[in-house]
């Protein structure tokens, strides 16, 4: 128990009705959560206003209320303010007793990369004999207990909630993806980062930003919000670097794939056994690495796991060991194979940029022709779609197009949208129902031929209106491949 009082002397500003002395149990935002003596936040949402659940909450045994609006509650103490949202992201921390700043906390934000680098710092850290934390896309870890994830980052009652647990844990580092909608939203707000590290910036959730430059300022809100104490961790080869750089006072450390000025720059690479021999220097002098994953954007993603690694102290023979096991995660260049004569590749890239690099990597490694499956999720930036069908076109030899997530929009609707920018029309064709387009492409594939499956990646349920259904791609592929007569995976034996 702690008094309301306590909570919310935090709070810089607030309009306080009733008696703040009362004993608080836990709080919520979740008005199905609530019980006997909770402190429940009306938080204004997207879908949802919190402000309509006040009474539920209260039947349930709510003793108190932070909200945006004062109304004729029968409740001990209502506290008002102007964001409840922000509010709960302070009292949330003060709950739980800040535990971030009892654990070395590493965000990572950027349109891409963000995922594959939480877990290739989750193996340098589990290699280095350290219990670790994962708050991202796929899942979230508490050392080895996997939890659910709903949001990339989680809402700030729930983080604050987990970062305890992990503490309890005896986790002492956590890999957290910071997403530009949870720092516009204010959800790692009271999160204490040691490092912050930037991968690149390229047109995504525009949707929810309108533009480029409120996409760029809400990333920065993660660099502005370091201590000077902290370190930022900067790609210098993404074009708007500068920008991160200058809004920091962290101390700031560079990586780059060319620069010889970076701190840690790739001195050269050399492909080797689906993946890459990298020879790179860092200020402790020369580092070798064999990474078990392809794709240049991994060499990336790998400068930054160093960076991250050897800023918060761990040794470049630790780092070594780490990244040498990383063998990568679901849904990320993920390959099927079960001994047929052709590549299949599951991915997760949903924008422009990524898919060029994936289809550029793709492209090294085939001899024979490309055949990319995808679509574009439904109420959600559509201004991706026309350069994605471009892009695709330009880069692959045939074109399935179909569903993704098509949530409340028809999809031939989103795949009109996607064919103005097919620039051969000839090669693409349309097949709605996704598994019917996967069967397709692998009856379609030939010796030396790559399939790449692409937008999904992890994600294991489809959206369609507001229902999910299950769907698996690596559970249809193996289905279809054993069904045309191939019966292992090599990866299993």
Same mark, same amino acid.
């Given at each position: 128990?702690?008094? +309301? $009082?306590?909570?919310? /002397?935090?709070?810089?500003? *607030?309009?306080? !009705?009733?008696? @703040?002395?009362?004993?608080?149990?836990?709080?919520?935002?979740?008005?199905?959560?609530?019980?006997?003596?909770?402190?429940?936040?009306?938080?204004?949402?997207?879908?949802?206003?919190?402000?309509?659940?006040?009474?539920?909450?209260?039947?349930?045994?709510?003793?108190?209320?932070?909200?945006?609006?004062?109304?004729?509650?029968?409740?001990?103490?209502?506290?008002?303010?102007?964001?409840?949202?922000?509010?709960?992201?302070?009292l949330s921390a003060l709950y739980y007793?800040?535990?971030?700043?009892?654990?070395?906390?590493?965000?990572?934000?950027?349109?891409?990369?963000?995922?594959?680098?939480?877990?290739? +710092? $989750?193996?340098?850290? /589990?290699?280095?004999?350290? *219990?670790?934390? !994962?708050?991202? @896309?796929?899942?979230?870890?508490?050392?080895?207990?996997?939890?659910?994830?709903?949001?990339?980052?989680?809402?700030?009652?729930d983080l604050q909630r987990m970062l305890s647990e992990m503490l309890k844990k005896k986790v002492s580092s956590v890999a957290m993806e910071v997403s530009s909608h949870s720092l516009v939203l204010g959800r790692v707000k009271m999160v204490d980062f040691d490092v912050a590290v930037l991968t690149n910036l390229n047109p995504e959730h525009l949707d929810f930003h309108k533009n480029m430059k409120s996409y760029k300022e809400a990333k920065g809100i993660l660099f502005q919000s370091l201590k000077d104490n902290a370190y930022a961790i900067i790609n210098i080869d993404d074009p708007e670097w500068e920008y991160f750089y200058r809004i920091t006072k962290a101390q700031r450390v560079t990586y780059s794939f060319k620069n010889k000025n970076a701190d840690f720059y790739l001195e050269n690479f050399l492909p080797y056994n689906s993946g890459y021999k990298l020879n790179i220097s860092t200020p402790s002098?020369?580092?070798?690495?064999?990474?078990?994953?392809?794709?240049?954007?991994?060499?990336?993603?790998?400068?930054?796991?160093?960076?991250?690694?050897?800023?918060?102290?761990?040794?470049?023979?630790?780092?070594?060991?780490?990244?040498?096991?990383?063998?990568?995660?679901?849904?990320?260049?993920?390959?099927?194979?079960?001994?047929?004569?052709f590549k299949v590749i599951i991915d997760y890239a949903h924008t422009p940029f990524a898919f060029e690099n994936l289809l550029q990597t793709v492209k090294k490694i085939t001899k024979g022709k490309i055949i990319f499956v995808f679509g574009c999720g439904g109420d959600r930036d559509s201004t991706k779609r026309e350069p994605m069908g471009r892009i695709a076109s330009q880069f692959s030899d045939h074109?399935?197009?179909?569903?993704?997530?098509?949530?409340?929009?028809?999809p031939e609707n989103i795949i009109q949208e996607i064919l103005n920018?097919?620039?051969?029309?000839?090669?693409?064709?349309?097949?709605?129902?996704?598994?019917?387009?996967?069967?397709?492409?692998?009856?379609?594939?030939?010796?030396?031929?790559?399939?790449?499956?692409?937008?999904?990646?992890?994600?294991?349920?489809?959206?369609?209106?507001?229902?999910?259904?299950?769907?698996?791609?690596?559970?249809?592929?193996?289905?279809?491949?054993?069904?045309l007569g191939y019966v292992y995976d090599r990866a299993k034996v």
């Amino acid at each position: 128990m702690i008094k +309301l $009082k306590t909570l919310i /002397d935090i709070l810089p500003q *607030k309009e306080i !009705l009733g008696d @703040t002395g009362c004993d608080i149990s836990k709080i919520e935002y979740d008005s199905r959560m609530i019980e006997k003596d909770d402190l429940f936040f009306a938080i204004t949402g997207f879908e949802q206003d919190g402000h309509k659940f006040i009474n539920s909450a209260i039947k349930k045994g709510a003793i108190a209320c932070v909200l945006e609006r004062k109304g004729n509650y029968p409740l001990k103490a209502q506290v008002i303010v102007k964001n409840a949202r922000e509010a709960l992201a302070y009292l949330s921390a003060l709950y739980y007793d800040n535990p971030s700043y009892k654990m070395k906390v590493i965000g990572i934000t950027g349109t891409n990369g963000k995922t594959t680098i939480t877990y290739m +710092l $989750k193996s340098i850290w /589990d290699n280095s004999g350290e *219990k670790t934390g !994962l708050i991202g @896309t796929i899942a979230h870890f508490i050392g080895e207990k996997r939890v659910q994830a709903l949001n990339t980052t989680p809402e700030s009652l729930d983080l604050q909630r987990m970062l305890s647990e992990m503490l309890k844990k005896k986790v002492s580092s956590v890999a957290m993806e910071v997403s530009s909608h949870s720092l516009v939203l204010g959800r790692v707000k009271m999160v204490d980062f040691d490092v912050a590290v930037l991968t690149n910036l390229n047109p995504e959730h525009l949707d929810f930003h309108k533009n480029m430059k409120s996409y760029k300022e809400a990333k920065g809100i993660l660099f502005q919000s370091l201590k000077d104490n902290a370190y930022a961790i900067i790609n210098i080869d993404d074009p708007e670097w500068e920008y991160f750089y200058r809004i920091t006072k962290a101390q700031r450390v560079t990586y780059s794939f060319k620069n010889k000025n970076a701190d840690f720059y790739l001195e050269n690479f050399l492909p080797y056994n689906s993946g890459y021999k990298l020879n790179i220097s860092t200020p402790s002098g020369h580092l070798e690495i064999d990474l078990k994953v392809m794709g240049e954007v991994n060499i990336y993603n790998a400068l930054a796991s160093i960076a991250s690694a050897f800023v918060t102290g761990t040794s470049l023979e630790k780092i070594k060991k780490g990244l040498g096991n990383f063998s990568g995660i679901k849904g990320r260049l993920e390959q099927v194979d079960l001994g047929q004569e052709f590549k299949v590749i599951i991915d997760y890239a949903h924008t422009p940029f990524a898919f060029e690099n994936l289809l550029q990597t793709v492209k090294k490694i085939t001899k024979g022709k490309i055949i990319f499956v995808f679509g574009c999720g439904g109420d959600r930036d559509s201004t991706k779609r026309e350069p994605m069908g471009r892009i695709a076109s330009q880069f692959s030899d045939h074109l399935i197009l179909t569903t993704d997530n098509p949530r409340s929009e028809n999809p031939e609707n989103i795949i009109q949208e996607i064919l103005n920018g097919v620039i051969d029309r000839s090669k693409a064709e349309v097949i709605l129902d996704r598994k019917e387009a996967i069967i397709l492409a692998l009856k379609m594939a030939k010796k030396d031929d790559t399939v790449v499956l692409t937008g999904k990646g992890h994600e294991t349920c489809q959206v369609i209106g507001k229902e999910k259904f299950h769907f698996s791609e690596r559970e249809i592929v193996e289905e279809e491949l054993k069904r045309l007569g191939y019966v292992y995976d090599r990866a299993k034996v």
